[in-house]
């Protein structure tokens, strides 16, 4: 599904010049093969509001790397049309376009100082020597470098060093940041914080930026809006908690997060409203209960449907010493438990095959063994119908 910008949920940064709208239209990259030639990029649309954060996300070979390296002047499209602020991006090479990207590798030079490698790009630009200072010096501060400036990049740590390249970007001014999968280095632990620093940063320098991951978690926790890349095209379009309960595909459910999909039978459709043929809610026949959940405007009575619903979102409830012992409806078996402390992931069998569902902060004495028997439930607010793929 090709889609422009969407209302999010999320508001992005304050950008005061209101500088870094960036706009794709009809974005196809074609590389020549010895057949047919590849598209990797194929029609995209996409419309980023100044200062907003937008994540491209999806797995390799889904083009969300050729579409940054695009908007940067690395690659050329076949077709389409790339602006920044109005003006055309594509005539423009890299070095000419008000951009900077962050890289996997960091890129810093290992033989010049701190100080000397976020300098490097005002020095090219010829800035005066007082100007620079003061660039630098503020750069230093808001990435927490001050008193580093003189050590080289083999003295920093991982995160000091990712820092830096922050710092480097952010003082050339731009008015958009491209990012590439910059956080994938870094070791678990030291990921997320700079996850949160990375947002602060951009929040409040409310520069406009690209980023590109194969991390879900990095998507929803730095985005405005997450844009899912799929064989070249895109998916869909949203912030990050619209895309997590009402994912516009099964692909997309599948690959934000962990997910059930239930098979039912759909009863009745409700329209969204009396001039609408768009479908907001589904009546459904699901682990042995009849609901009503919202559902995907494209779902219909004649086409297969799932029910949607996240393993955090499903409840285990132990079943009556006089209920009966098998597979039916909601009546469960429990296959795995595994205890992780602050929650218990159960993974049980059902008559609409295997089901996951987490616990969070559990009982002890409340938690399931393999082999029980149980009732699965969950709250119909919680699930979405979905038309299969």
Known sequence: MNTMASTTSRTPA??????????????????????????????????????????????????????????AGFETPTSGVIELDGKDM????PDKRPMTMVFQSYALFPHLTVRENIEYGLRIKKMGKEEMAEAVDTALASMSLTGLQDRSP?????????????????????????????????????RERM?????????????????????????????????VMNNGRIEQIDSPEEMYRHPASVFVADFIGRA??????????????EHSTDIAEATVHVLGSEMTIAAHHTVRQTGDTVV???????RLESLPEDETRSIHGNVV?????????DHVEYEAESDSG?????????????????????????????AWALPTE
């Open 14 to 71: 304050n950008n005061t010049g209101s500088v870094g709208h960036v706009v794709l239209r009809n974005v196809t990259k074609e590389f020549p093969t010895s057949g047919e030639p590849f598209r990797a990029v194929d029609n995209v649309n996409i419309d980023i509001a100044p200062g907003e954060f937008l994540t491209l996300l999806g797995p390799s070979g889904c083009g969300k790397t050729t579409t940054l390296r695009m908007v």
């Open 154 to 190: 083999s003295q920093l740590s991982g995160g000091q060093q990712q820092r830096v390249a922050l710092a480097r970007a952010t003082v050339m001014q731009p008015r958009v940041l491209l990012f590439d999968e910059p956080l994938s280095n870094l070791d678990a632990k030291l």
């Open 260 to 273: 059930n999909f239930l098979p039912c039978d759909v009863i009745a459709l409700a329209p969204r409203d």
């Open 90 to 93: 594509i005539s423009l090479t």
């Open 354 to 382: 295997t089901i996951v569902i987490i616990e969070s902060d559990p009982d002890l004495e409340s938690i399931k063994q393999e082999g029980d028997w149980a009732r699965v439930t969950f709250d119909p607010s919680r």
């Open 308 to 314: 949607l619903v996240r393993p955090e979102s499903m």
């Open 195 to 227: 996850r949160i620093e990375l947002r602060q940063m951009q929040r409040r320098l409310g520069i406009t930026s690209l980023y590109v991951t194969h991390d879900q978690a990095e998507a929803m926790t730095l985005s405005d809006r997450v844009l």
């Open 333 to 341: 078996r429990v296959l795995t438990c595994v205890f992780y402390g």
